[in-house]
């Protein structure tokens, strides 16, 4: 099983979107934290976390000690 899932908004081949849909329909991994890494402006940007169940945005450049803050404080 996937504990988590890291990705960016523009993507080749897929798009986040794409992929975080494919996570959510995937019976095994549909549960998976999804945590957005993009340079686009969350307020502005096509994917919203309500929308498609993404667990948690970070905007670039990534702090990697804010992501290890998230991952630490999410329930497992």
């Given at each position: 099983?996937?504990?988590?899932?890291?990705?960016?908004?523009?993507?080749?081949?897929?798009?986040?979107?794409?992929?975080?849909?494919?996570?959510r329909q995937?019976?095994?991994?549909?549960?998976?934290?999804?945590?957005?890494?993009?340079?686009?402006?969350?307020?502005?940007?096509?994917?919203?976390?309500?929308?498609?169940?993404i667990s948690?945005?970070?905007?670039?450049?990534?702090?990697?000690?804010?992501?290890?803050?998230?991952?630490?404080?999410?329930?497992?």
């Open positions: 099983p996937v504990d988590l899932v890291v990705l960016d908004v523009r993507m080749p081949r897929m798009n986040g979107l794409d992929v975080v849909q494919a996570v995937h019976p095994v991994i549909r549960q998976t934290k999804v945590v957005i890494v993009s340079g686009e402006d969350r307020d502005e940007s096509f994917l919203t976390r309500s929308e498609c169940r948690e945005w970070f905007s670039k450049p990534l702090d990697p000690n804010r992501l290890v803050e998230y991952l630490n404080r999410s329930p497992k």
